[in-house]
């Protein structure tokens, strides 16, 4: 079975551009979530969808962050325009839901480093 | 105070031995707990959940002591191929809901 994939795996953008991270959870997993680790910090929450429907975004630090899961499959985090702060590694997790399991697995992270 | 909180270690510990490390929480009334390994800039890989007393997996064993609000893992018989920052997570409510991590603890087997 494949796991939860990421893309890309790395980008380099300037201060005010825009960057898109994408995010594939496992095959049939309902709840999909978006994590951040800032440098030297802890993993942080930034939102949850269950299927289409955000179901908790209280994590999204400002209104520069837009998540989108259409269709209920693979989903979008869009920085539109990116600032020195929005710099670390994204982490993408998905879960079975009620149907089955809660535990939540990583996918291998988009590093974001905005120069 | 922190919601989650781990000592990071650095732990160093020699093949074979056994190590233990704590994560403590604050909520009460969180509901499910997780052990996440994680290797340099890797993602963190679920190595177990702690949904009641306890579980053990192998070496491996984690332990949950509600009166005090915090979870325990016990690794016995290290290797090398252990050495790993270990991260605590918790779910404030029962299940699908959102992750609180700690800053994880760092272990380094030494041979």
């Known amino acids: 079975e494949a796991g939860v994939t990421q893309f890309p795996s790395h980008s380099v953008i300037e201060k005010g551009q825009t960057v898109t991270l994408r995010c594939d959870p496992i095959?049939?997993?309902?709840?999909l979530y978006w994590y951040r680790r800032v440098m030297g910090k802890e993993i942080k929450f930034l939102l949850h969808f269950v299927k289409e429907s955000k179901q908790d975004e209280s994590g999204m630090p400002n209104n520069r962050f837009l998540a989108e899961r259409t269709g209920g499959t693979y989903s979008t985090l869009k920085v539109q325009p990116a600032e020195l702060e929005d710099s670390g590694v994204y982490f993408c997790?998905?879960?079975?839901?009620?149907?089955?399991?809660?535990?939540?697995?990583f996918g291998p992270g988009t590093r974001l480093t905005v120069t | 105070r922190k919601e989650v909180e781990q000592d990071p270690g650095p732990f160093n510990v020699p093949e074979g031995a056994t190590v233990a490390f704590n994560c403590t929480y604050s909520n009460s009334a969180s509901q499910s707990f997780f052990w996440y390994r994680q290797d340099c800039r890797k993602e963190p890989k679920l190595l177990m959940s702690v949904y009641s007393s306890g579980n053990e997996d192998g070496r491996f064993t984690a332990q949950l002591n509600r009166a005090s609000q915090y979870i325990s893992l016990l690794i016995r018989d290290s290797k090398l191929s252990d050495s790993a920052t270990y991260l605590c997570?918790?779910?404030?409510?029962?299940?699908?809901?959102?992750?609180?991590f700690g800053t994880g603890t760092r272990l380094t087997i030494i041979p």
């Open positions: 095959s049939g997993h309902d709840n």
């Open positions: 997790a998905s879960s079975q839901g009620a149907s089955g399991s809660y535990e939540q697995y």
């Open positions: 997570a918790v779910d404030f409510y029962f299940g699908n809901e959102k992750l609180t």
